[in-house]
């Protein structure tokens, strides 16, 4: 799926085609030259009216040629080729001023850092890039495809896996060890007893947006067994892997907390959680899977998007 997606984005800087409609035109008729050939630097991106960035350029000037620039270096781990990419995307064609996709009023997207799948020119533009950077790309439409757009792509690299403060946790609680590549290693104490109620416990406090009522999150996540049993797909013991979305072929999860969408034990458990958090979640099997025992949850919370905020 996440390769599915990626594709379509190629196919989108190559051709510039239309993902979806929005927004108004962003020309610029006091730019310092009207009309005439033009290029990544004469588009000037400043902060909009919502979380998307605004872009405005001279009226009537065309934009033949790719290119891309930094607006601003990351500060974050440095991009791997072949790893997951969470993105955030403002694209818009700079014929007609129309939005044509827009992701920072909403959630960001996943990809992986390949050319085969972001196509080159975007790939060689974060390939040396750390998280935290924003590009602004131009991609005219290529050969066979006069007919296309031109458009402007603002480009954010998101974190995938938690980023905030560690906090520590608790004694009687599981031990979660963060790999080099973000995945919690999650090791269970031999003579504690797991809580028999909804336990949540922050291990990363992230200072981004809060999960309200209502909120839509894109997450990754590991849930492991905490006890032994067996049902008609199999045995398990404690420790062992229920689930987990750090496989490369998986995407991050995405759904709204607070409103029946997911488990019950993540609708309570993550409301007042900031984006940039990991949160572990113990979760009786009345609030998770029934007939599963309990389950432990961490949970790196990696964007969140409010739509009445």
Not at 18 to 24: D, K, T
Not at 68 to 81: N, Q, Y
Not at 139 to 156: H, M, Q, R
Request: net charge negative; glycine share 12%.
């Amino acid at each position: 799926m996440r390769r599915l997606v990626a594709l379509a984005l190629a196919v989108v800087l190559s051709w510039g085609a239309v993902l979806g409609l929005a927004g108004c035109s962003s020309k610029d008729p006091s730019g310092p030259e009207s009309g005439g050939a033009g290029g990544v630097g004469d588009i000037t991106v400043t902060a909009g009216k919502t979380r998307a960035p605004s872009l405005a350029w001279p009226d009537g000037m065309t934009f033949p040629t790719a290119g891309s620039t930094v607006l601003w270096p990351g500060e974050g781990a440095e991009l791997i080729d072949g790893q997951p990419l969470l993105l955030d995307l403002y694209i818009q064609s700079l014929d007609t001023g129309e939005v044509l996709q827009n992701t920072y009023d909403g959630l960001p997207r996943s990809f992986l850092l390949a050319p085969e799948l972001l196509g080159n020119d975007i790939y060689t533009a974060l390939r040396d890039q750390r998280v935290g950077a924003r590009i602004l790309a131009v991609a005219p439409p290529t050969e066979g495809f006069a007919e296309e757009t031109s458009i402007a792509i603002v480009i954010d690299v998101l974190s995938d896996r938690a980023v905030g403060t560690s906090v520590h946790g608790r004694n009687d609680l599981p031990i979660v060890i963060n790999k080099p590549t973000g995945e919690p290693q999650i090791t269970l104490r031999d003579d504690d007893e797991l809580p028999k109620e909804l336990t949540v416990q922050t291990l990363i406090r992230g200072e981004g947006e809060q999960v309200q009522k209502g909120s839509y999150i894109v997450a990754q996540y590991k849930i492991v067994y905490g006890s032994s049993g067996a049902s008609s797909e199999g045995a398990w013991i404690p420790g062992e892997l229920f689930d987990s979305t750090w496989d490369v072929a998986k995407e991050a999860y995405e759904v709204q907390v607070g409103v029946g969408e997911t488990l019950p034990a993540l609708d309570e458990g993550l409301i007042d959680q900031t984006a940039g958090s990991q949160v572990m979640i113990i979760a009786p099997e009345t609030l998770a899977y029934p007939g599963k025992g309990t389950l432990i949850f961490v949970i790196d919370i990696l964007d969140v998007w409010t739509p009445d905020a």
